[in-house]
Every structure is written in structure tokens, then in C-alpha cells.
């Protein structure tokens, strides 16, 4: 079983990891961020093996999970970035992976979450030096 929601509690998250729920793909505010009192849950579905990825809400937006602080504490909880996938379309994406292996690495590697780390690290900083003159 999977989800997308982006209207995101606690009560929520942890709900669906009591009730078997195998990923979570969370719609993100802004550049792909949800509050800190939702960090427990986040790190409990990790702890858990329930795979949550961030989508952000808007046509054209991009998921930027270094640019702030909110961004890479998620990331260290295991919140796994999707670049410019839609929340309707990492469900189908995610459901169809699901379905082909329960191993979270295996879901990574698919053609499903395409969105490699080094490549999405690659653009996030070839973004931050456009637009703030900041290098690595």
C-alpha cells in the first residue's frame, strides 16, 4: 500500500506506517518542505523501511532540498527528493515499483525514481550558483 498527501500531520504519517503502508509520497510547501513537528513521524517510516518522497505542489516547481536547512534535515531522515515529478504521477510511479519489488533500493534503481542523487546534487548546485554566485 501507498499514498500521496499533501495535507500532512503526525497523526497521519504514523498512521499509515501502524497500518502497513509501504510508501508515502508527501507534496510538499515551497521548494519541498513540510514542519519539524512532523520529523518524528518522518524518521519512524525510515526506521520503519516505508520509503517517503517529496514532490512539490505547483506545475513548474522543482523540488530543492539543499537550498534550505528544513531541506537536508528531511534528507537525513530518508526523505528521498523527486526533482519536478508531479505527486499524481510519483503515486503511479511509486505503486508500479512497489509492485515489482518490496526491496527500497531496488524501488530507487527503477526507471520508476529515475531522479538519481549525484544528478539531482549536480543541478541543485548548478542552481544555487545561478542564482547566488554560491560554488561547492
Same mark, same amino acid.
Given at each position: 500500500m501507498f499514498i500521496t498527501i499533501r495535507i500532512c500531520s503526525r497523526?497521519?504519517?504514523?498512521? &499509515?506506517?501502524?497500518?502497513? =503502508?509501504?510508501?508515502? #509520497?508527501?507534496?510538499? /510547501?515551497? *521548494?519541498?518542505h513540510v514542519n519539524?513537528? &512532523? =520529523?518524528?513521524?518522518?524518521?519512524?517510516?525510515? $526506521?520503519?523501511?516505508?520509503?517517503? =518522497?517529496m514532490t512539490v505542489q505547483t506545475l513548474w516547481g522543482y523540488v530543492q532540498m539543499y537550498v534550505y536547512e528544513t531541506g537536508r534535515e528531511m534528507m537525513e531522515l530518508g526523505?528521498?527528493? *523527486?526533482?519536478?515529478? *508531479?505527486?499524481? #504521477?510519483?503515486?503511479?510511479? *511509486?505503486?508500479?515499483? &512497489?509492485?515489482? /519489488?518490496?526491496?527500497?533500493? $531496488? #524501488?530507487?534503481? /527503477?526507471?520508476?525514481?529515475?531522479?538519481?542523487?549525484r544528478d539531482y546534487r549536480k543541478r541543485a548546485i548548478e542552481w544555487l550558483s545561478r542564482i547566488s554566485g554560491w560554488h561547492s
Open positions: 497523526d497521519i504519517i504514523d498512521a &499509515l506506517i501502524d497500518n502497513g =503502508y509501504k510508501g508515502i #509520497v508527501i507534496a510538499g /510547501t515551497g *521548494l519541498g519539524k513537528p &512532523l =520529523y518524528p513521524a518522518l524518521k519512524r517510516a525510515q $526506521e520503519k523501511g516505508v520509503q517517503v =518522497y526523505v528521498i527528493p *523527486l526533482a519536478n515529478m *508531479l505527486p499524481e #504521477v510519483a503515486y503511479i510511479k *511509486l505503486g508500479w515499483a &512497489l509492485g515489482q /519489488t518490496q526491496d527500497a533500493e $531496488e #524501488v530507487k534503481k /527503477t526507471n520508476a525514481y529515475s531522479c538519481q542523487w
